[in-house]
């Protein structure tokens, strides 16, 4: 199985910075990684596809980098309404899909 | 507007069995251009993938649950469902059901489901 590192396990920024996270892979996953954003109480949304491609309605500040094992996502202006817990997620080798334990992203 | 809801009873009783539903509007169920799936989260925890399913039958579990786990899917009510046997407290977890795309990605979500083991 493909284990997914997340870090760091929360990110403090205050609003209007750049927050930048990042997800490793325990082997190649190519470009299949997803990216996904959860609000307290709320369901994970799809942000990124394909480790670059936004998701329909998903604002340009999300960015997402990298191939093989490497990946970041990145914020560039934090909003109010980014503040949650994100999520990578490899679908290169599946069965099992897996994801990272998550980044927390709070306000600094 | 996909929509994905799930349903099912809040508290299940050590070593009984866990069942949901998930019932799909919006779209059919029977794309040949997308899978099914179970995700849960324990409170305070990650994502664990459970169980995946394409509209003809194929089946995908999560080893770890494998032997515990069934997926199917009922095409004529485009629902798919989950049934997850001799739970234990460490089953507790919002259950979540999802699209994926063919490639492999959890697109759209359901709102969630939590399930409390408990006797």
């Known amino acids: 199985d493909i284990l997914m590192t997340q870090s760091p396990a929360t990110l403090s920024v205050s609003p209007g910075e750049r927050a930048t996270l990042s997800c490793r892979a325990s082997?190649?996953?190519?470009?299949?990684l997803a990216w996904y954003q959860q609000k307290p109480g709320r369901a994970p949304r799809l942000l990124i596809y394909?480790?670059?491609t936004r998701a329909t309605g998903i604002p340009a500040r999300f960015s997402g980098s990298g191939s093989g094992t490497e990946f970041t996502l990145t914020i560039s202006s934090l909003q109010s309404e980014d503040f949650a817990v994100y999520y990578c997620?490899?679908?290169?080798?599946?069965?099992?899909?897996?994801f990272g334990q998550g980044t927390k992203v709070e306000i600094k | 507007q996909l929509l994905l809801q799930e349903s099912g009873p809040g508290l299940v009783k050590p070593s009984e069995t866990l069942s949901l539903t998930c019932t799909v509007s919006?779209?059919?169920?029977?794309?040949?251009?997308?899978?099914w799936g179970w995700i849960r989260q324990p409170p305070g925890k990650g994502l664990e993938w459970v169980a995946t399913?394409?509209?003809?039958?194929?089946?995908y579990y999560n080893p770890s649950l494998k032997s515990r786990v069934t997926i199917s899917v009922d095409t004529s009510k485009n629902q798919f469902s989950l049934k997850l046997s001799s739970v234990t407290a460490a089953d507790t977890a919002v259950y979540y059901c999802?699209?994926?795309?063919?490639?492999?990605?959890?697109?759209?979500w359901g709102q969630g489901t939590l399930v409390t083991v408990s006797s």
């Open positions: 919006g779209g059919s169920i029977s794309s040949t251009s997308h899978y």
């Open positions: 399913i394409y509209y003809s039958g194929t089946t």
């Open positions: 394909g480790a670059s």
């Open positions: 997620q490899q679908y290169n080798n599946w069965p099992p899909w897996t």
């Open positions: 999802a699209r994926l795309s063919v490639a492999g990605f959890f697109d759209f």
């Open positions: 082997q190649s996953v190519r470009s299949n």
